[in-house]
């Protein structure tokens, strides 16, 4: 059972969670555009997938919001994984490289 800590995903059928390790590199962005530390927003209840993809990107939140709709719920949420699993092949990467190192 992974007992990794998680971050908590708002009002999406299909990601209730990230790893917090995958999120926590973009502490800077969640202050940018929400004013508030991680922890600060994960007691709030976290974050919906547009804004956990805006921050892991590290982009500010786009002034010209299109809303949203079926099609680009789906395109952030596959968007979203795609980031996250980068995130935890590279994390392996770096864990195996440390493993290669030990004496």
């Known amino acids: 059972m992974n007992t990794e800590p998680m971050f908590p995903i708002l009002n999406d059928p299909c990601i209730k969670a990230i790893p917090w390790s995958a999120i926590a590199p973009h502490e800077t962005q969640a202050l940018n555009n929400h004013s508030q530390t991680l922890r600060g927003l994960a007691g709030r209840g ?3 997938i547009y804004e956990a993809y805006y921050i892991m990107k ?3 939140w786009p002034t010209l919001w299109a809303g949203r709709s079926r ?4 395109a952030y949420r ?3 994984m795609r980031l ?3 995130f935890e092949r590279a994390d392996a ?3 195996s490289l440390a493993e290669e190192r030990k004496p």
């Open 46 to 48: 976290g974050l919906d």
């Open 58 to 60: 590290d982009q500010p």
């Open 71 to 74: 099609d680009r719920d789906a």
């Open 78 to 80: 596959v968007s979203l």
């Open 84 to 86: 996250v699993l980068d």
């Open 93 to 95: 990467g770096r864990s």
